[in-house]
């Protein structure tokens, strides 16, 4: 009996060794660091220039819109932050002094990438579906008011509210951003909680994966060039 006991447990140790050695290797994320201002050298530049459109095309690899999810792993003992991006955005808005409007954002979801091939690949097929619903989209819907004409090299906390298409569903919803204009270039970073039942998603299974959060969080990081 006892050395059948003996057995069990070594038994046991080995296969929370390998567990623990599968979810180190093979399973454990290395998440991306969130959206944030980036500060950018500034140059001269009067107030005027800042006024007219803007635009953001693929291309720019510090553009991007992206998801950040906590998965569960090994039968939810441990768990790890997942992030996924795609650089394929394209977008445009419009600045007239304190008023930013006609913003519109696109992204191809087909495109996202995160450290694990298998979960990209998922995507296509489960959860965001990116093969039958390729595109995310952020419509404004009222214009967007600042306390004041932005300086170079400042940073601007803001508001956006829009419609927002995901997974073939469009709601209306409040983003917080943050832009800094340097002179040459209007940078936009922001982030939307996503509750996935609002959009009908349905977490993606896997076998590595014991479950997910049934909420996230979109991303967005946005260089706009002057024209």
Do not use: C
Request: charge should be neutral.
């Amino acid at each position: 009996m006892r050395r059948i006991l003996k057995w069990l447990v070594v038994g046991a140790v080995v296969v929370i060794a390998l567990g623990v050695a599968a979810w180190y290797f093979v399973l454990k994320s290395d998440p991306a660091p969130r959206a944030a201002i980036k500060v950018t050298p500034t140059v001269a530049a009067t107030a005027t220039a800042l006024d007219g459109p803007w635009t953001v095309k693929p291309g720019n690899p510090d553009n991007f819109v992206g998801y950040r999810v906590t998965e569960k792993l090994l039968a939810n003992v441990t768990q790890t932050t997942a992030t996924g991006r795609t650089h394929n955005v394209t977008a445009s808005m419009k600045i007239d002094g304190t008023t930013v409007s006609d913003v519109n954002v696109t992204a191809d979801l087909r495109d996202l990438k995160s450290d694990k091939d298998f979960r990209d690949g998922r995507l296509h097929e489960q959860g965001l579906e990116s093969n039958k619903f390729p595109e995310a989209k952020f419509v404004l819907t009222s214009p967007i008011t600042l306390n004041a004409v932005p300086k170079v090299g400042d940073t601007v906390k803001t508001q956006a509210t829009g419609d927002f298409t995901l997974h073939g569903v469009t709601k209306s919803v409040t983003i917080s951003l943050e832009g800094r204009w340097d002179g040459n270039q209007v940078q936009v970073v922001g982030n939307l909680p996503i509750a996935f039942s609002d959009y009908g998603i349905t977490a993606p299974t896997s076998t590595f994966v014991a479950s997910m959060d049934d909420h996230g969080e979109m991303e967005l990081q946005l260089f706009f060039v002057k024209g």
